[in-house]
């Protein structure tokens, strides 16, 4: 649950102006478990998506003279976080040809740190349909249900136009709605 005391843009400012170790743990802190759940929900590896979580930590300390001040931290982040999977998918792909994409990247039935009051049988019923729907319809999904990045973040952490991130969206919110009438939901 968020801090009610986290000030997202002092502790980046700090981190930026003042290279202050502890402003950066403050972020760490408080972004860690959505960036790590992001991650896992892509590469379905606790342990791979724990390196992948690092990796995509040690990168923001090494590249933070690119961060935008005007754009949301998290959203910075899971752009990293984003290209690190990515490769990681791609180069296990040609590790193991005989693996198409789609099993490299099928969701993890976990439960959101972040949510634990959610009923567990719809978290379960999305978690079904994440498996069955398109790793960029997936990872917009994930990326606007868990961080609540902004569509236009989207678009550009996943390299495509906002009306390609808004359709991926809805096309996600379908399969998910069908599922729910298929099994009786009619309310959502």
């Avoid at 743990?25 to 972004?31: C, I, Q, R």
């Avoid at 998506?49 to 090494?62: P, R």
């Avoid at 961060?67 to 931290?73: A, L, V």
């Avoid at 999305?126 to 498996?131: F, K, Q, Y």
Wanted: with cysteine; charged share 30%; aromatic share 10%.
């Amino acid at each position: 649950m968020k801090n009610e005391n986290f000030t997202e843009k002092e502790y980046v400012a700090d981190w930026l102006d003042n290279k202050n170790v502890k402003a950066f743990t403050k972020l760490y802190d408080e972004y860690k478990h959505k960036v790590f759940s992001l991650i896992l929900r892509m590469v379905k590896d606790r342990n791979v998506a724990e390196d992948l979580l690092q990796d995509t930590f040690i990168s923001a300390l090494n590249s933070i003279d690119r961060f935008e001040r005007n754009r949301s931290f998290l959203s910075w982040l899971f752009g990293i976080a984003h290209k690190k999977t990515i490769d990681y998918i791609r180069h296990e792909k040609v590790v193991n040809k005989y693996q198409d994409e789609a099993s490299q990247a099928v969701g993890s039935r976990i439960q959101d740190p972040l949510s634990s009051t959610a009923d567990g049988r719809v978290r379960e019923l999305v978690n079904h349909v994440l498996e069955d729907i398109s790793v960029e319809q997936k990872e917009v999904f994930l990326m606007r249900e868990m961080g609540g990045v902004p569509f236009k973040d989207i678009a550009e952490i996943t390299g495509c136009t906002i009306n390609t991130a808004l359709g991926r969206m809805r096309l996600a919110c379908e399969k998910i709605r069908k599922e729910f009438v298929k099994r009786g939901y009619y309310e959502v």
